[in-house]
């Protein structure tokens, strides 16, 4: 991959899905709030930045915005919050799911995502499993994927791509991991399930993925008009700012800028 090349990417899922912890384990740096609470820690969007594997890469955490009993107003509320922090659109939708059963509340969430962003969405989607610990013995997650008929269904349609990451136990080293690590798994892709069973490796592999996926779609990122008139708008914010602080004297990171014209916006 060639160096700085920049990425934009959003997390979605219900809440307790681990978009927190897994935004963490990308950016290699504990910069979301994660809390065992099971009501959501995130209460809106929250964008941070950082680099990884010569990426410089932008994570939008999000608050349950899919979770079911929202109100159509607070859910109005989290999709605009969400669509300000990414624009002009993200490179990468990041689906997050728990290793786990496939059931009414997580597939309701994907009906809802489809909805509000459209099947054009999944072209620009990888499947992100947490709680990786819980496969099975030599298990890859896309055998996993494979016993469930509805779960195999949705990662075809997001192009087959597919990982997981386990923020718990697979950032341990191979002593703390004791017989949990270097078992040799059954598929010739992976030699060792000490290399499979890693963040580090977890995510290098999920970056590749959305390099591919990108230069499938020709560079380019999932938007739409909404999308499209608040990076205009968000430009010309960032513009106003400049020179306001051109007149105080004052100097600042575009990456702060960028986050005050944010909440211009979005106030």
Known sequence: MDAFISRRIVLLGITGSGKSRAGNVILGEEKFAVSSDPNSVTKDCQTEEGTAYGWNI???DTPGIFDTGRSVEDLKYSI???LIHCAPGPHAFILM???GKYIGEEKKSVEMMLQYFGEEALKHTVVLFTHGDELQKNQTIEEFVEKNKDLKELVVKCGGRVHVIDSQYWNKTEEELGQG??????????TYESEYRSNSFQIKELLTTIENMVKDSRGSYYTNESLMKIAEDIEIEMKKIIEEMQERREKAEESEIRRQARKRIKD
């Open 58 to 60: 932008t994570v939008t």
């Open 97 to 99: 799911l728990k290793v």
């Open 181 to 190: 690590s270097g078992r040799p798994i059954s598929t010739g892709r992976h």
């Open 80 to 82: 605009i919050s969400c």
